[in-house]
């Protein structure tokens, strides 16, 4: 465990925060420990991400360990059917890219 080497999504959150404080452009390089990523922010309010991708690891998770069960009622008080949830018994494949 430790500090990750990128997050994108924190990188295009501090890119719109600069840009909102008028610290730069709307595309800037925001350098990470895993190196740098060039980001932008559009005219349509897309943020974008531009660089390289590498894989560093792979893993499995058990979905039943995820199974969700709601005991939640529609305006009326009864129980609806339509609010109970269950995710296939299967393992997915989770994959982080750097």
């Not at 994108?8 to 740098?36: Q, Y």
């Not at 991400?49 to 058990?62: F, L, N, R, S, T």
């Amino acid at each position: 465990m430790g500090e990750t080497l990128a997050c994108g999504t924190g990188a295009c959150s501090v890119l719109v925060a600069a840009v909102l404080n008028g610290l730069c452009d709307r595309e800037a390089v925001i350098s990470l420990l895993g190196g740098d990523i060039t980001i932008g922010w559009d005219d349509k309010d897309n943020v974008y991400q531009i660089g390289p991708a590498e894989w560093i690891c792979e893993g499995y998770v058990d979905v039943d360990l995820f199974r969700v069960q709601s005991n939640l009622k529609d305006w009326k008080g009864n129980s609806s059917a339509n609010l109970h949830e269950e995710l296939p018994g299967e393992r997915l494949q989770i994959a982080n890219m750097k």
